[in-house]
């Protein structure tokens, strides 16, 4: 594994396109380097490397000046492209367009150019409005006042100096209100990833939709803001089980991110998540039709929106897109659908290996396993979910832990792993009292295994899974627990094996009926 803190220069031109190196050797040129200087000859050593390796490049410069103290050699190169990325991405959002204004007004006020300042401030002023940058209009306001001071009030009164005064007033609540806001929307997300729905959880999201801020009827003093409020309701109802009220506040963000669009247009990741949210949410309402539109306009949206193409949004596309598509596809029951995606799947995991986070990765892991599970790959699914197992940690009760806790132990029964379902089984129990999630679709999953595992003869098997259909049927009918079902239907496994048929099947029939009951 590379030492992240020795291959940063690494990391930093492997990242780079083709443009932007070419654009770097044309940097170098500009600043004085000659053509194959040590600089240069140091950034296509380390471009070409695939891992890491300072000893090689040690020897392969052996003799040269600069890898007598190389640390610095290092940091001045790594600066140097930094520099030169600046450079060439200097118009690529309007936050660096706003910065770069300001800058400007400060060299004009070194100059003692200060009606030439106070113009370029105008410029950035209305930048900042159009944009609703926050923290950038409080530095036009800082630059404002400096201005005004440097010509001694003589060109202000009253009126104009009680409007800045305002507009600091009105740019610090803005602040407050939205950092609030993504205080509050951070805490519900972080207890969601790690907790899962319980039932303290239940509580407190009730008490979190009360909230002043978070009402619907209560002022938002930005787009931001009122961005951040929807977005804390649509994740609380879901988390509840009330779709339809989910579904209407991510319906309002999308009216406002389109509304808006100039104010959120360097932030991509937020109307990616909005549209993919909203189809699944959709789906879930038993609207199909509208689903599968908002499918394709989530697929339309990187043009529309003329997003850049960047790292970031590549990670982005790959997680998102994969988890949608998995997930739509299986909650509809198509799992051949599914199953196709796989390899795709595998290739972008492959791909972001080093920059994929846990959580994503997990669900990704998760939705690769309950594929190859309802297809009917068991050894497959065995192999995805241990090793979903693995990355996870022992105080994650989070959704996708819970569901691929109860894989496991299918996946165990269905290829014949006795021996490895009763020490699973046993895990399961701790796992479940130190989880305390209030559930009890789950704990009745894993009672019904134990009991077929037990169980001596076909009439008794055949007995439990009836009384688990029975059992587990009356308790999903509860918004609460039916949250499950977006990660795993036990029932449906549960009447595959009494009818003696594919899983996929009885999954499809499933869905239709789920959706025609939503």
Request: positive net charge.
């Amino acid at each position: 594994m590379p030492n992240k803190s020795q291959d940063h220069v690494h990391r930093l031109i492997r990242s780079m396109t083709r443009a932007e190196k070419r654009y770097y050797k044309l940097h170098l040129a500009r600043h004085g380097h000659e053509k194959g200087s040590a600089q240069e000859q140091l950034f296509d050593a380390v471009a070409r490397m695939e891992h890491y390796d300072e000893r090689g490049l040690l020897q392969r410069f052996a003799g040269s000046a600069f890898t007598t103290h190389f640390a610095i050699t290092k940091r001045r190169l790594y600066e140097s492209v930094l520099r030169c990325l600046e450079s060439y991405h200097a118009d690529c959002s309007a936050s660096v367009r706003l910065n770069r204004v300001l800058h400007q007004v400060e060299i004009l006020h070194q100059r003692a150019l200060y009606d030439d300042a106070w113009k370029m401030l105008n410029s950035a002023r209305r930048l900042a409005k159009q944009h609703e940058l926050i923290p950038g209009a409080a530095a036009v306001l800082a630059w404002e006042r400096r201005l005004i001071e440097c010509r001694n009030y003589a060109e202000e009164d009253e009126a104009t100096m009680r409007d800045a005064h305002d507009r600091a007033l009105a740019l610090r609540q803005m602040l407050e209100q939205t950092d609030e806001l993504w205080h509050l929307k951070s805490s519900l997300f972080m207890r969601m990833y790690r907790q899962g729905l319980t039932a303290d959880m239940t509580a407190q999201l009730h008490l979190l939709l009360d909230e002043p801020l978070v009402r619907d009827d209560a002022p938002a003093s930005s787009s931001k803001a009122l961005f951040l409020r929807q977005h804390i309701r649509s994740a609380a109802c879901f988390a509840l089980g009330d779709m339809p009220a989910c579904r209407e506040a991510l319906l309002r963000n999308h009216a406002l991110l389109q509304q808006h669009k100039q104010r959120f247009i360097d932030e991509p990741n937020l109307v990616l998540g909005v549209v993919s949210n909203l189809a699944f949410v959709t789906l879930r309402c038993g609207l199909l039709a509208e689903a599968q539109a908002l499918l394709r306009a989530f697929r339309a949206l990187p043009a529309q929106w003329r997003m850049p193409e960047t790292d970031d949004l590549d990670l982005k596309l790959f997680t998102t897109t994969a988890s949608l598509e998995l997930s739509l596809s299986l909650r509809l029951g198509e799992v051949e659908q599914a199953a196709a995606l796989l390899p795709m799947v595998e290739r972008g995991l492959r791909q972001h290996e080093a920059l994929i986070g846990p959580v994503r990765r997990s669900g990704l892991l998760y939705l690769m396993a309950y594929t190859h599970f309802a297809a009917g790959a068991h050894e497959r699914a065995l192999l995805a979910v241990n090793t979903l197992m693995g990355s996870l940690r022992q105080d994650d009760h989070g959704d996708v832990a819970r569901a691929a806790r109860l894989l496991q132990l299918m996946v165990f029964y269905e290829t014949g792993k006795h021996d490895l379902l009763g020490y699973a089984l046993r895990n399961m129990d701790r796992y479940q009292q130190r989880a305390a999630t209030g559930r009890r679709t789950e704990p009745r999953t894993a009672a019904m295994l134990r009991e077929l595992a037990q169980a001596g003869s076909a009439p008794r098997q055949r007995a439990a899974l009836e009384r688990f259909v029975d059992e587990a049927s009356a308790l999903l009918a509860d918004p609460g627990e039916r949250g499950l079902l977006d990660q795993l239907d036990p029932v449906a496994w549960a009447l595959a094996k009494l009818r003696d048929c594919p899983l996929a099947a009885i999954l499809r029939e499933r869905a239709a009926m789920l959706n025609s009951a939503a």
